[in-house]
């Protein structure tokens, strides 16, 4: 399973950053495993931001929730990543990961290579 982040590397404040992951080797409709976001900002911790599973069935992050949205695209096996209302807090290293089950705690099996997005005038 390969993933791949894009979208634009630089954001300006107040704006909505928009990523997408691009999935190849295995099918987000499974239902079995979660489809990931995360992030991390210079010199921080990961942070998760959300995840979805096969039946469509979305959770976020609560200190994110008010900001987020995740959807995809099963035709082109992509989702996608918005976020709203930008400051430059929000600059951070974004990941696109899949869990190795329906349960996050069990971890991350796959990950994308990570894309820097930064928030700027």
């Known amino acids: 399973v390969q993933l791949q982040e894009s979208g634009p590397g630089l954001v300006k404040p107040s704006q909505t950053l928009s990523l997408t992951c691009t999935v190849s080797?295995?099918?987000?409709?499974?239902?079995?495993?979660?489809w990931n976001w995360i992030r991390q900002p210079p010199e921080k911790e990961m942070e998760w931001i959300g995840h979805?599973?096969?039946?469509?069935?979305?959770f976020y992050s609560p200190a994110l929730k008010s900001r987020t949205s995740i959807s995809r695209d099963t035709s082109k096996n992509q989702f996608n990543l918005q976020l709203a209302s930008v400051t430059p807090e929000d600059t951070a290293v974004y990941y696109c990961?899949?869990?190795?089950?329906?349960?996050?705690?069990?971890?991350?099996?796959?990950w994308g290579l990570g894309t820097l997005v930064t928030v700027s005038s």
């Open positions: 990961a899949r869990s190795r089950s329906a349960n996050r705690a069990d971890g991350m099996d796959y």
């Open positions: 080797g295995g099918s987000i409709s499974t239902d079995y495993y979660g």
């Open positions: 979805f599973f096969g039946s469509g069935v979305t």
